[in-house]
């Protein structure tokens, strides 16, 4: 069972979304929020594997819980799926390097909610159809310092290529088809990339990617998995 926690300030939206989630034999809604300071004690106490997060809400939005959730080591754990009404909102960029798993907007169909939470338990990023990559390169001058090589210093050329490809969007089977790999082999390349960057899950390393100046605005047509 998949133990969930939604954080929003509308009662319509929260009764919406447990209604939505409950109905599916493998997810629990245990807890809602109406504020941010709500949701962070939500968590603390619940310790749910997913929480939906909005981000503007009264007492500390949803980015400052976001903030606050992936510091905590006791609920770090938690994984952080930030829903915005915004297609471009720049402030997700902020909540995705606090450490959230990813985003949806609030129109996205029913499924995609279902899925995000499922998706985001699993351990992976959960990146909203069509926006992500958007967003990223909308707000890349935001997202980059001057390009830092000494931040990829650690990994091997074929770990900046798989890197370099994850920046891109493509998923390991693509990678994997791309260099001539296995899926699997790829999947290992990405999991000792995350381990060696010390990143949470794919989406920090598509930031890290473009932070480092290894993938630039416009590099790749696609959008990111979960297209």
Same mark, same amino acid.
């Given at each position: ?29 245990? %807890?809602?929020? $109406?504020? %941010? ?28 819980? #976001? ?7 006791? #609920?770090?754990? #938690? ?19 606090? %450490? ?31 926006? #992500? ?20 210093? $650690? ?11 994850? %920046? ?8 994997? $088809? ?47 998995? $979960?297209?």
């Amino acid at each position: 069972m998949i133990r969930v926690a939604v954080a929003d300030d509308q009662p319509l939206i929260r009764a919406g979304l447990r209604a939505l989630l409950d109905a599916e034999p493998d997810l629990e809604v245990v %807890g809602e929020a $109406g504020t %941010g300071a709500d949701a962070v004690a939500l968590v603390a106490r619940e310790r749910p594997d997913v929480v939906l997060m909005d981000i503007r809400m009264p007492e500390g939005d949803g980015l400052w819980a #976001t903030e606050r959730i992936a510091a905590d080591p006791a #609920t770090a754990p #938690t994984r952080v799926v930030i829903v915005t009404t915004f297609e471009l909102d720049e402030y997700v960029v902020r909540a995705i390097r606090a %450490g959230a798993s990813g985003f949806l907007v609030k129109d996205a169909e029913p499924v995609e909610f279902i899925r995000a939470v499922r998706v985001a338990a699993a351990g992976d990023a959960l990146l909203s159809p069509t926006v #992500t990559r958007r967003l990223l390169e909308s707000v890349s001058d935001s997202l980059r310092r001057p390009p830092d090589e000494r931040r990829l210093a $650690g990994l091997t050329d074929r770990e900046r290529e798989v890197l370099a490809l994850v %920046g891109q969007g493509l998923t390991n089977e693509e990678i994997g $088809g791309r260099l001539h790999l296995s899926p699997l082999t790829a999947k290992t390349h990405v999991s000792r990339i995350l381990g060696k960057l010390g990143a949470r899950d794919r989406v920090q390393l598509v930031v890290l990617a473009y932070e480092s100046g290894l993938v630039t605005p416009g590099q790749g047509e696609r959008a990111l998995p $979960g297209e």
